[in-house]
Nanobody, 124 residues
Framework: QAQLVESGGGSVQAGGSLRLSCAAP????????MGWFRQAPGKEREGVVV????????NYADSVSGRFTISQDNAKNTVYLQMNSLKPEDTAMYYC?????????????????WGQGTQVTVSS
């Protein structure tokens, strides 16, 4: 029962950019944390970036820091992930997630609500 809806994935060459969007119901946007996670074939799901919905505080994975930016539009109940300088190793299914927890961590197990994902493929 995906209540978060991602969009914006696609195929791009290395060095290119994509912007992902995550539309969430208003009641989920009241949760403490939202974030983006990704899972490549044969690998575990990993945290990309998370944001405190009220505080706006962010936490980026080292692998994307300086290249990816999370933002939110409260009027549209939407969270965005701007991805620049994409690398082939960024290829994965990207998921939006939300959590009620007080601390916004890059740990998938903390998150209760998930979207169905959007595929990002970066070619060299």
């Amino acid at each position: 029962q995906a209540q978060l809806v991602e969009s914006g994935g696609g195929s791009v060459q290395a060095g290119g950019s994509l912007r992902l969007s995550c539309a969430a119901p208003e009641y989920i946007r009241r949760f403490k944390c939202m974030g983006w996670f990704r899972q490549a074939p044969g690998k575990e799901r990993e945290g990309v970036v998370v944001i405190g919905n009220q505080s706006g505080a962010t936490n980026y994975a080292d692998s994307v820091s300086g290249r990816f930016t999370i933002s939110q539009d409260n009027a549209k109940n939407t969270v965005y992930l701007q991805m620049n300088s994409l690398k082939p190793e960024d290829t994965a299914m990207y998921y939006c997630a939300a959590a009620r927890t007080s601390w916004c961590r890059l740990i998938p197990g903390d998150y209760n609500y998930w979207g169905q994902g959007t595929q990002v493929t970066v070619s060299s």
